[in-house]
């Protein structure tokens, strides 16, 4: 044996893992009573019985970190600085953003549109440890259709654009491509489709091409109907869908993330959002077909994950679109798989991320009750968060 790899070993044998006792265990599959779990670096060595000294945790329950797949962190109510340099600013004013949504259990988040790359900015920050966050995966600008001769960097008209601008989003380092196939937005509810079926699949297919995948907005039936055709790989929002669409997304696994909740955040903040009387009522109705929609392709089997749609004021309520999966029928089990293992494997990261397993990251939550029980534990009561073996939020 060489001298020379001596003083490596030898750290080897002194760095030994943390230790965090819980009352339970759930690691996205199954319940460990009395357990503990052993961190080592950024990921976790070993779940199972608590052996040797640990931080008593025996409060709570611990759960994998959760993963929303939709949110819009940068977007902020205010920005007070002028037009050319907005965006630097968004970075800096979106921080609470992501503390707020870490506050919830939410240690990755799926980041679906932000202007000026800011997304891209706050995901490396983050990964530098420079920023307080949820990991991001980030889609740049999102594809749209814009009537009128205004051209953003988002614009793309017809497959040759779409193809095009899709490609430069990943060029710029984005890790997913996200299009608008519809009209609605705030408390814009109409669904009207906005992308063809080419369009769409030009987009795909260069996401694809690139190693990428793709989420597909619309509010609609007739943007979800086409995006499902084209083979996106998530679908957003898609109320009233028809029977064959929801049987086509069972068939093709394509993931479906329904935002019931993001409205129901419209409702409560259309004072503050200045949206006219007649908004809340338009809003329930959405919510009730959207809710309806859910319901349906859950009893189907579709793949559903966890997706708030935060934009401004909404993030620390990201988690309240659990409570509407389990509307939808789930059991607050089959809606924590929703938020957690879902999510990773729609992000390709379902051998690291979304249970709590040796060698995934350390991603935990410690939440007071019984999740399995009462899927309002998991909204509420986290008390303690780890994000990649860092604990980020404590309120013990
Ligand atoms: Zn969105």
Known sequence: MSLRILPALALAFVAHAASYHFAAVWDGAKLWRDACIAVEGDKIQSVGPCTGPSTDLTRYTAIPGL??????????????????????ATVFLSQDNARKTLETGVTTVRDLGASGYADIAMRDLIAAGKMAGPR???????????????VTPNTAHGPVETDKVARAQIAAGADWVKMYASTGSGQDVTGAQTYSFDEIKAAADAAHALGKRIAVHSYGPDGARDAVRAGVDSLEHATDMDDATIAEIVRRKIVYVPTIDHNRYYVDNAQLLRYPPEAPGRLNDYIQRNLATARKAFSAGATFAMGSDAVYTMFGENTRELAWLVKAGMTPEQALVAGTANGAALLGMEKSLGRLLPGYF???VAVEGDPLADIQVAIQKVRWVMKAGQVVVEKR
């Open 136 to 150: 991001m995966f980030v889609a740049g600008y999102g594809l749209q259709n814009t009537r009128g001769d205004t």
């Open 67 to 88: 993963i929303d797949v939709h949110t819009h962190m940068t977007y902020v109510l205010a920005n007070p600085v002028a037009r050319s340099a907005r965006s630097a």
């Open 362 to 364: 350390a991603d935990l």
